[in-house]
Nanobody
């Protein structure tokens, strides 16, 4: 069974930074595509960034140049470094692990950015 646990959320002022972590239990972390998604109140869940097993990355236009996704296969952990945070980045951030048709979600971590 694969379990994902996010951490690192919190409250910051506009322009601040946070680093989210997603620890993954189970085997074969290195072959999963890892992704970060977010959901603000009243909105659908949206893609923030993904990183493949080969460490190819993809970002939503709204976070390009501000957020960086990375992974440490030795620690079974994915990260999302968020800089220059804006109030519109406020949301619950979820981690997702994908492999072929299988996928797993974490429980989410709240990020609140005040102006």
């Amino acid at each position: 069974q694969v379990q994902l646990v996010e951490s690192g959320g919190g409250s910051v002022q506009s322009g601040g930074s946070l680093r989210l972590s997603c620890a993954v239990s189970g085997r074969s972390f290195s072959i999963y595509t890892m992704g970060w998604y977010r959901q603000a109140p009243g909105n659908q869940r949206e893609l923030v960034a993904t990183i493949t097993s080969r460490k190819d990355t993809n970002y939503a236009d709204s976070v390009k140049g501000r957020f960086t996704i990375s992974r440490d296969n030795a620690k079974n952990t994915a990260y999302l470094q968020m800089n220059s945070l804006k109030p519109e980045d406020t949301a619950v951030y979820y981690c997702k692990a994908s492999l072929y048709v299988n996928y797993y979600w974490g429980q989410g971590t709240q990020v609140t950015v005040s102006s």
